[in-house]
């Protein structure tokens, strides 16, 4: 295979005179890492912008989605991390939307559930296409061990970032 270079190589080059003891395979790598995310940050919010979706109209979905497209509002809260009003105004623009309805559980009369329609699936499917075909494309550069590969040591580096660092 060629040895082919991308924007990384000329930077680390270029800081490599100015901080001699810079370890160019783990600058290279949390730039690529940078840069990777910001792309597919880019890719995702313009395939929000392709549904008419706002960032946080996509998250409830996506999160109602990830609950099999039925939740309560306290659930939802916590898979997004926000207070339950908060909650409760995403889920009322997104009822008047038409993409969520509010149905009385089947199990506790005194409780509501939140439940994805048609229109709210194919919103949240049509924007994490556009993003898994792209993450697709870029992945599949690589061979399916390749693939293996990368997300085991990305999994032993992210163990470490979530544990605290030691004084």
Wanted: glycine letters at 4%; aromatic letters at 4%.
């Amino acid at each position: 295979m060629d040895h082919q270079e991308d924007w990384t190589d000329g930077h680390v080059a270029r800081w490599l005179p100015v901080l001699p003891a810079l370890d160019p395979d783990v600058e290279g790598a949390v730039t690529r890492a940078k840069l990777l995310a910001q792309h597919l940050r880019r890719v995702r919010e313009k395939s929000l912008v392709d549904f008419d979706l706002q960032r946080p109209e996509f998250d409830t979905l996506h999160a109602l989605a990830g609950r099999h497209g039925r939740a309560v509002p306290s659930q939802l809260a916590d898979d997004l991390n926000l207070a339950p009003p908060s909650v409760t105004a995403r889920i009322d623009a997104l009822v008047a939307r038409d993409f969520v309805r509010r149905t009385p559980s089947a199990t506790d009369r005194r409780r509501v559930d939140v439940e994805l329609t048609e229109q709210g699936r194919a919103a949240w499917l049509g924007a994490m296409d556009i993003l898994g075909d792209e993450e697709y494309r870029l992945l599949g550069t690589l061979t399916a061990d390749e693939r293996r590969t990368l997300s085991d040591l990305l999994r032993r580096v992210m163990i470490a970032a979530e544990r605290p660092p030691t004084s």
